[in-house]
């Protein structure tokens, strides 16, 4: 399978701000290539390949002057690009057991304008796996577990500081752009689920337990108020969830 496509985005709300952005940013466009195949080397397994490129253009960049106009503190000159793979394993019920297994490879990468060097996206996770497997009894018992791993967003590391004695406040010192990441992101759910025919509808109750082995997974880095030490944000630790599906 072969797909291409172009595509227009209306610039951010924010973005639009006289004060803080530019009312007058055009729509972005990005333009995208996909390719695809899939084969199947058992009548239960399928294995399905894709990939993808894409280029963005008029991205709303901070606007590198010095002192900027009025509403034009964001220009739009950002260009885009990514580039990567997926492949994905998808076992159907067999003897009561599922599954699928996937994994992405991929680079996403920002820039200025057309003179600027490209840098890692914010946004850029170069792997992601992802892998869920369950089994179905007849009883209509069901348990399973999910388990995903991705590389960290990359960041841009506090290399120093100094006192600003005009606002009192110490300042950062930033090294190169996106140089260093977030820890690794791991998580393991785990899932229990019992369906009950009433009619011609299905009831179903479950419980899940996402973030089994209380991973302390890091969403951001934090600094306290003279840089001179860093901290992190971390994610949801072990949470339970009891729930209700009623459906035809």
Known sequence: TVAAGSYAQAPQVADLS?????????????????FGFGVRPAETLS??????????????????ADQPARAEAVV?????????????????PTKGFYGWLSYTLAKAERRADDAADWRL???????????????????????GLRARV??????????????DDRRDLYQPQFGAHNATHLPTFFQLDVRAAKS?????TVLETYVEIQNVTNQANVEEFVYDADYGARGAIHGLPLLPVIGVRWAR
Do not use: C, K
């Open 18 to 34: 006289a004060a803080f952005g530019n009312p007058a940013l055009p729509t972005s466009t990005a333009q995208h290539l996909v």
């Open 150 to 163: 991705a590389t960290g967003s990359p960041r841009t590391e506090v290399i120093g500081a100094y006192y």
């Open 76 to 92: 739009a000159t950002g260009q885009g690009r990514s580039t990567g793979a997926q492949i994905m394993a998808r076992l159907d």
């Open 196 to 200: 009950f025919n009433i009619g011609d």
């Open 121 to 143: 996206s914010d946004y850029d996770q170069r792997h992601v796996l992802t892998a869920l497997g369950g089994f179905a009894f007849e009883s209509g018992f069901e348990v």
């Open 47 to 64: 294995i399905d390949v894709t990939a993808f490129h894409t280029t963005t253009d008029g991205l709303a960049v901070r606007n590198p």
